[in-house]
């Protein structure tokens, strides 16, 4: 609130509305005559009101019903309201104080008396509106901690619930690793060594790569990948990455192909990251597919969208946000079997955010899913 402020003026007696109008004004404030109850009500209602001067003795509705209904009004009880009475109603002012007046103002009106009245009315709002908006102030704050607080909790919960899940993946390669080398230990024969070191091997490749991709995730998460952005022939790195599962696809009866595009077509991409996405789409589609999979490129306006489409399972509608959440993983079912720790994917769309691309999948359960890779074309000058 400024410190000029809007004062009703209450009161029958034109003499003493004008008097006190030309005092308010001498103040520096702003009058607001109402000649009667009703009028007073009706400004109190339409006007942002500071303080009220109030007559005790009019006709129709006089000062204590005035008092009553502000006092009982939610939105108006906290306008300090000063009485006006005789000098010798002082019986009167003390009733009005019980019902909520803040001070009175004796007839014929001094100026002096009138001045520091209001100032400390004006003073006392100050103070509580201030009050008031460090109490919102606190409770925002209040309520912002609790958020936080939940927020943290929950961050906790997932790191808890992520730690089981390592030590989970981890430990059952380890348990592998242990009981071969067991036999191994028992049989002593050459034929049980020569049987079990790959598998031993294979064993080890897969915790190496799933410790890879967890400390890939964190690099990524805390920004400390390197990202180098440069000019790529987007086909020729499909083809590079492409290339080396044909004799995984064909063994498993999956026809893997790329879709003819035969313009050469440069985006700014890391070309490491960029292959390990591709990578990931592809396992992923051969993983899941019935039969196929095929990876198509079509330009769009300044940017390309790279498909990797399979006619496996597809991804249920609830889950197509929250697959690329690390270690989130649909659970195994009939045609769906389970593989990996859920980090796939993560790992695709944080490399492909580091290189101001995007990722979406685009999928219809039981038919298949299409994950779609956006990346910004290079310009030729
Ligand atoms: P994972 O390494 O466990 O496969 P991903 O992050 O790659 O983890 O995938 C997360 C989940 O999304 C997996 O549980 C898998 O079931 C599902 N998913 C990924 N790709 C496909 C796909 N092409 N078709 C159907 N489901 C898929």
Redesign the pocket.
């Known amino acids: 609130m400024s410190n000029i402020a809007n004062v009703l003026i209450v009161d029958d007696n034109e003499t003493n509305r004008n008097l006190l109008n030309k005092m308010i004004l001498a103040l520096g404030h702003i009058p607001v005559p109402a000649n009667n109850g009703l009028s007073a009500l009706t400004q109190l209602n339409e006007k942002p009101i500071d303080i009220v001067l109030l007559d005790i003795l009019m006709p129709e509705m006089d000062g204590y019903e005035v008092l009553g209904r502000i006092k009982s009004h939610p939105g108006l009880s906290d306008i300090p309201v000063i009485m006006i009475s005789a000098v010798d109603d002082i019986d009167s002012v003390v009733r009005c104080i019980g019902q909520g007046a803040v001070d009175y103002l004796v007839k014929p009106f001094n100026a002096t008396l009138l001045e520091t009245r209001i100032e400390s009315c004006l003073e006392n709002k100050r103070l509580r509106d201030r009050e008031k908006q460090m109490y919102a102030e606190l409770t925002e704050l209040h309520e912002e901690l609790k958020i936080n607080y939940e927020t943290l909790r929950k961050a906790e919960q997932a790191r808890d619930a992520m730690s089981h899940m390592i030590i989970h993946d981890l430990r059952s390669p380890l348990t592998t690793i242990q009981g071969f080398i067991q036999i191994m230990q028992h049989r002593r024969d050459e034929k049980t060594i020569i049987d079990y070191i790959p598998r031993i091997l294979g064993a080890t490749k897969n915790m190496a790569m799933l410790i890879k991709s967890i400390l890939d995730i964190s690099r990524l998460e805390a920004e400390k990948m390197p990202v180098s952005l440069v000019s790529l022939n987007i086909l020729e790195l499909i083809n590079d990455v492409y290339e080396p599962f044909i004799p995984q696809a064909d063994k498993e009866g999956i026809q893997l192909s790329v879709e003819p595009e035969s313009r050469d077509i440069v985006v700014a991409a890391d070309k490491e990251l960029m292959s390990r996405i591709l990578q ?1 789409l592809i396992n ?2 051969l ?2 597919t019935k039969d196929y999979v095929k990876i198509s490129v079509t330009p769009q306006d300044d940017s390309i969208i790279i498909s990797v489409t ?1 006619n ?4 249920p509608e609830k889950y197509k946000v929250k ?1 690329f959440d690390k270690y ?3 659970e195994a079912g009939k045609d ?1 079997k389970k ?8 790992f695709c769309k944080m490399a492909i955010e580091a290189q101001k691309g995007s990722i979406y999948v685009e999928s219809e359960e039981g038919k298949g ?1 299409s ?1 779609n890779v956006k990346l910004n074309i290079v310009k030729a000058d």
């Open positions: 990931n992923n589609g993983k899941h399979d496996g399972p597809g991804i697959i989130f993983r649909i769906r593989y990996g720790v859920g980090l796939g994917l993560a899913s994950f």
